[in-house]
């Protein structure tokens, strides 16, 4: 490719909407731009890595048996209707009527596409097993996108679906898909983590998501470097004390301007693991079958030295969606803001109680009356509720080894669900075992976000002066800088490294050698070789290699094709004996 006839540019200084580093050399290297808020082109540059992105994946997806199918974005709203998540997502999908007045959603995830597609292709165990994969845009109405294609609005996606006879034939197909992942991260230079995660939307019971560990990631990542323990805070577990006493009678005393914890305990002269606070929340509750939406009041008791995880309460309470209670909503439940206990609350509450609260006893809480706290406080005895763990782990707690736990912000590049039967009993895929008898198909999903993938790398291989990608993902692998007249010369050397099989960006354009280093240093192309009037003299190219420019080289150029070659096999196997993701056991 000729520098002089490149669709894009590269930006001296990126827009100030670039809110990370990879993002910023992203804009600036011409890779891509923006074109709506989370909406973005890939130009010439981010649509060739792109595409060894998609080809790495592909390449693993075909060697654990995928079959690669093309599944519409438009979809027929009936079939999520089938599986009732037209109902329960919310504003994300995209919903809207065709000319016939049909409903119709842009898809956001491709399972219940590939239940219908099963349905009908499958009949009988013979069948079985069976994996597809598509490589597909997908449309998800985020309201936060943010730092690029790290959080965008249309993206695209590699997912795939399995379908088994068994549980046994799940589990294999999840396992290959485990190990496949870190195959795929690590051909392309990408470390990543494996954490336990919660399956949310998709339903099923195990899950595992890919972490790219980065402070500018929105997950949080808690660790045990001693047991190896990894999940996603969501769903993160850990060892809590509990403080078990002979019960005491309840105590109603005057807790004036004592709105939080902090300002009970100094009042009170105790501890916060002494104390229950409440945290009032509102969950939606849609209807599967009708779609009708309903709001109640969530009420959570949790012990003062912890905090609610709002993902563990939400699918512990069974809600689509939660948010913070309004003051008179919290009212008109018998309770108070800034003083409320589950104490004599409305029944139709719902609440929600940790086990920390449950396993410790004579706790300060609530009174329900303004001013006022009840001491010695105990479940069971005073009210009750649904026990369940709806703490959040965080740095420095104790794992469940006795270690300490760590955190770390992270990035979610992949994910693997186990659905189970979760799509095809809701509709309807069903295969005739060999007793002759129909059993639903037992399925698994699978996916990684391929433009977030970019993005990470990106993030992991940048400096100040620019990208400098990983060979197996970089737009080209040499970069040809011309400073010479000899237009013969600098011709040839390209058509002789392109006639090789070797890819080449050739800056042939009429620029000064600073425009034309700084451009190659934004790029980041792997290899650099400049024709310079000195070495060329001497029979010689100058070489760099991007990830360390410091170190300039001379090569003949007699044999500048071959030492290019040799260098583009030495650096992938680096890459290769490089980065390792470590495949955990499962």
């Known amino acids: 490719m000729r520098m002089s006839k490149m669709f894009s540019k590269t930006l001296r200084e990126a827009p100030s909407a670039a809110d990370s580093k990879g993002y910023e050399m992203l804009l600036r290297a011409g890779f891509i731009r923006q074109m709506g808020a989370g909406i973005f082109t890939l ?41 009732g998540r037209y109902y329960s997502i919310d504003k994300e999908m995209s919903r ?14 491709h399972e219940e596409d590939a239940t219908a597609i099963a349905r009908n292709e499958i009949g009988s165990y013979k069948k079985l097993p069976q994996l597809v994969y598509q490589i597909q845009t997908k449309w998800r109405d985020d309201a936060r996108p943010r730092a690029g294609l790290i959080r965008v609005r249309e993206f695209t996606m590699k997912d795939s679906y399995s379908f088994d006879r068994t549980v046994e034939g799940l589990n294999e197909q999840y396992k290959n ?30 899950s595992h998501e890919y972490m790219y560990l980065s402070p500018i990631g929105e997950d949080t990542i808690i660790t045990c470097d001693k047991c190896g323990y990894t999940s996603n805070r969501q769903v993160a577990v850990f060892q809590k004390k509990y403080f078990k006493e002979e019960e005491k009678p309840i105590e109603k005393i005057k807790t004036p301007d004592c709105k939080t914890i902090e300002e009970l305990c100094t009042f009170l002269n105790v501890e916060k693991r ?31 030295d912890l905090d609610v995880e709002e993902n563990k309460l939400q699918k512990v309470a069974k809600a689509n969606s939660l948010r913070p209670a309004h003051e008179e909503e919290i009212l008109a439940a018998n309770m108070v803001p800034g003083y409320g206990s589950a104490i ?84 309807n895929c069903y295969f005739t075992d060999e007793d002759g008898k129909n059993k639903p198909v037992i399925m698994g999903s699978y996916g990684i976000g391929v433009g977030r993938f970019l993005a990470c790398l990106a ?13 197996s993902v970089a737009p080209y692998q040499v970069h040809l800088i011309n400073l010479i007249k000899d237009k013969a010369l600098s011709e040839k ?27 190659a240093d934004l790029i980041g192309i792997p290899i650099r070789i400049t024709l310079g009037n000195r070495s060329v003299k001497e029979g010689k190219a100058e070489v760099k290699f991007r990830k360390n420019l410091d170190n300039n080289q001379l090569f003949d150029l007699d044999t500048l094709t071959s030492k290019i070659l040799e260098s583009i096999k030495t650096l992938k196997q680096e890459l290769e004996q490089g980065i390792v993701n470590k495949e955990l056991e499962i």
């Open 459 to 471: 993030e992991e291989y940048t400096d100040e002066k620019g990208l400098s990608l990983p060979i």
């Open 177 to 206: 898909h485990y190990a496949s992942y870190f195959r795929i991260f690590s051909k392309a230079g990408l470390p990543v983590i494996v954490v336990g995660a919660d399956s949310g939307m998709m339903g099923g019971k195990v």
């Open 43 to 83: 130009l010439p540059l981010g649509y060739r890595t792109n595409s060894k992105i998609e080809n790495i994946i592909r390449e693993e997806m075909d060697q654990i048996g995928g079959q690669e199918i093309l599944m519409p974005v438009v979809n027929p709203a009936d079939i999520w209707k089938e599986t």
């Open 493 to 519: 050397i390209y058509e002789d490294l392109s006639n090789a099989g070797v890819e080449v960006l050739f800056d042939d354009r009429k620029e000064s050698p600073g425009v034309k280093f700084t451009d």
């Open 344 to 427: 004599n609350c409305d029944p139709k509450t719902i609440v929600i109680v940790d086990d920390s609260v449950k396993k410790s006893n004579n706790l300060v809480a609530g009174a329900n009356e303004k001013g006022y706290h009840l001491l010695n406080t105990n479940f069971g005895r005073d009210y009750t509720g649904k026990v369940a763990d709806i703490a959040s782990a965080k740095d420095g707690y104790t794992c469940q080894c006795g270690h300490t736990l760590k955190e770390n912000r992270g990035i979610e590049v992949g994910n693997i669900f186990q659905l189970g039967t979760r799509y095809s009993e809701a509709m």
């Open 274 to 304: 002494q104390t229950a606070k409440a945290v009032f929340m509102v969950g939606t509750f849609i209807d599967d079958k009708t779609g009708e939406e309903e709001e109640k009041l969530i009420t959570a008791i949790i012990r003062g």
């Open 96 to 109: 809207f009527n065709d000319r016939a007045n049909r409903d119709m959603v842009l898809a956001m995830t």
